[in-house]
């Protein structure tokens, strides 16, 4: 059974950078697109970024274009999540997500989910 692990998370200012890593064990993860959502309490996950397993078209909500940069690594299994200047708003617990295309992502129709890592961004 695959798992996929998040780190990098953690507490930073406003105007900050911070880089999401997320791995894959128990298994590898082919040509699975992936994704980053994020979620606060009491509200939906969000979805924020998604990639095809080749690393081309990436796609990002309009939150996060032009500040957050999503690459993958398939002979990894691994994606990462570039976060740059960093707002208030962007806190929230960050989970990657793999799974057959990009259009399944947005349609959250996910094969793996990853645990979360907490991301909070205050001065």
């Known amino acids: 059974q695959v798992q996929l692990v998040e780190s990098g998370g953690g507490l930073v200012a406003p105007g900050a950078s911070l880089r999401l890593s997320c791995t894959a064990s128990g298994g590898t993860l082919g040509r699975s697109a992936m994704g980053w959502f994020r979620q606060v309490p009491g509200k939906e996950r969000e979805i924020v970024a998604a990639?095809?397993?080749?690393?081309?078209?990436?796609w990002y909500a309009d939150a996060v274009n032009g500040r957050f940069a999503i690459s993958v690594d398939s002979a990894q299994s691994a994606t990462y999540l570039q976060m740059n200047s960093l707002k208030p708003e962007d806190t929230a617990v960050y989970c990657c997500?793999?799974?057959?295309?990009?259009?399944?992502?947005?349609?959250?129709?996910?094969?793996?989910w990853g645990q979360g890592a907490q991301v909070t961004v205050s001065s």
């Open positions: 990639v095809a397993w080749h690393g081309a078209s990436p």
């Open positions: 997500a793999a799974a057959p295309g990009i259009a399944n992502i947005q349609s959250r129709e996910i094969r793996y």
